[in-house]
C-alpha cells in the first residue's frame, strides 16, 4: 500500500486564466517497446496520467473526464462558449506547470500525435507545443501554429480520430528546448460553443537525423523523473507501507524520486520500485548508472530481473548508500535472451522513517556507455 504517492507542482502566473491543477499519478508499468523507444506516451490518464491545464475564457473548463475515452476509461475535455475574439483555448502540460528540467526530449523522435473528438460548434482547431525553461510560458517556449484540420480532415464529425503532425511542421523559434517539451495548447479559432476531447497524447516515429546515431541507446523511459512517476512502479506489500513523491531536490535541483518507509514487512524486499519491458541479450554487457543518496547511511540491492516466472535475478549487487548524492553504477551481464526484463531497486524496507531519493536514471548497453564523473565506490 503506497499511501501518499504525489508529485509537487510549480503553479504557474497565468494572469486571466482558469487554472485546473489534478494529482492523478500513480505507478504506472513501462510499456513493452523495442529499443531505441519508438512511442513515448506522455498522457493516457491511465498509465500516464500526471497533468495539469489552463483554459480560456472565462467560464471554460479543463481536466479529465470518463464520460467519453478513446482508451482506458479517461480523456482531457475542454469546454469553452465564446467568440473568435476571445481565442477560446486550453493547454495539457504533462509536468504539472514544474519549471526547470522537466519534459519530454523529442529529438529522437519523428510525429506528435494525439486522439481526439470534437462536439458542438467548433471552427478551425490550430495548436502548438511549448517547451519548459526557468520561467513559465516565455515567447520563445513555443513552437509556430497548424492546424489540425490539414491532418485530419473529417476531425469535426464527431467522431474519435488520430492527429498525426511531424514535428517539422511545428516550427521552432530561437531559444526552443526540444530536450524538455511538456504542453500541448489547442485552440479554436473562432466562434464557438462545444468540447475537445483529448487522449494518448505521444510522440511516435524514428527520426531520421544525427542526434539518434550518436546518442546511446537509452532503454529505461522516464529515467530521469521528469515526467514524474509514470513508468515506475512503486511496491509496497505484505504490510510495507511508504511514500513516494518526485520532487526537485535532486543533483543540481533536477527531480528526483523520493522514497519513506512508514512501516517495514516481513523482508526489506517488500519495498522497492521499478521498471519493467526492457530487452537483453544473453552474454550482452550493460550499464545501469543512477544518483542515490539516504537520510542515513546504509545499502541496498540493485539487479535485472526476469518479469515473469521463475523471476530469476541472478544479476544483482548490493550497494552502499551514503547521505551525499554520489553517482552510482551497476554493470551486469545478462543472463538469458528475454524481451520482458526489469531493473529493480529493492531492500528498501529496512526501517521506518529512513527516506531515500534518487534520480537521473539511465541504463544502456555497455559498448554506448556514456562518459560520466567520478562514480561512488564499489
Known amino acids: 500500500m503506497i499511501p501518499s504517492l504525489k508529485n509537487k507542482m510549480a503553479q504557474p502566473a497565468l494572469a486571466g486564466l482558469a487554472l485546473f491543477t489534478f494529482s492523478l499519478v500513480a505507478a504506472a508499468a513501462a510499456p513493452s517497446a523495442a529499443v531505441p523507444v519508438k512511442r513515448l506516451v506522455v498522457w493516457d490518464g491511465e498509465q500516464a496520467n500526471k497533468g495539469a491545464g489552463w483554459a480560456n475564457p472565462k467560464g471554460a473548463t479543463v481536466g479529465p473526464q470518463t464520460v467519453e475515452a478513446h482508451s482506458g476509461k479517461t480523456a482531457v475535455e475542454f469546454k469553452f462558449k465564446g467568440s473568435g475574439e476571445e481565442w477560446p483555448g486550453t493547454g495539457w502540460n504533462w509536468c504539472a506547470f514544474q519549471t526547470g528540467d522537466y519534459g519530454t526530449d523529442i529529438t529522437g523522435f519523428k510525429n506528435f500525435t494525439f486522439w481526439m473528438k470534437t462536439k458542438g460548434k467548433i471552427a478551425d482547431v490550430q495548436l502548438n507545443l511549448l517547451c519548459n525553461g526557468e520561467k513559465f510560458d516565455m515567447p520563445e ?8 484540420l490539414t491532418y485530419c480532415p473529417q476531425l469535426l464529425d464527431g467522431a ?49 537525423n544525427k542526434h539518434l546515431s550518436a546518442a ?8 530521469s523523473f521528469a515526467n514524474g512517476t509514470n513508468n515506475w512502479v512503486i511496491s509496497a506489500e505484505s504490510g510495507a507501507t511508504g511514500q513516494a513523491e518526485v520532487v526537485g531536490e535532486g543533483p543540481d535541483g533536477k527531480p528526483a524520486l523520493r522514497l519513506k518507509v512508514l512501516k517495514v514487512g516481513d523482508q526489506p524486499w517488500r519495498f522497492q520500485f521499478y521498471q519493467t519491458g526492457m530487452r537483453v541479450a544473453k552474454g550482452k554487457e550493460y550499464v ?76 544502456v548497453p555497455a559498448s554506448e556507455t556514456k562518459k560520466t564523473a567520478a562514480l561512488a565506490p564499489r
Open 288 to 363: 545501469l548508472t543512477f544518483w542515490a543518496k539516504a537520510n542515513q547511511e546504509g545499502d541496498f540491492t540493485v539487479n535485472c530481473q526476469q518479469n515473469h516466472e521463475p523471476w530469476a535475478h541472478p544479476t544483482q549487487e548490493e550497494l552502499p548508500i551514503s547521505t551525499g548524492w554520489k553517482q552510482v553504477q551497476f554493470t551486469f551481464v545478462a543472463a538469458w535472451d528475454d524481451d520482458n526484463v526489469r531493473i529493480t531497486f529493492t531492500n528498501l524496507g529496512t526501517a521506518p522513517g529512513r527516506t531515500y531519493w534518487f534520480s537521473g536514471c539511465s541504463l
Open 141 to 148: 517556449h513555443h513552437t509556430e501554429k497548424v492546424s489540425a
Open 216 to 223: 546511446p541507446t537509452e532503454m529505461l523511459v522516464n529515467g
Open 160 to 208: 474519435w480520430h488520430q492527429v498525426s503532425i511531424p514535428l517539422a511542421d511545428l516550427k521552432q523559434p530561437a531559444g526552443f528546448d526540444p530536450l524538455h517539451v511538456g504542453e500541448l495548447q489547442i485552440f479554436n479559432a473562432g466562434e464557438g460553443d462545444g468540447s475537445f476531447f483529448i487522449d494518448d497524447i505521444a510522440f511516435e516515429g524514428l527520426a531520421d
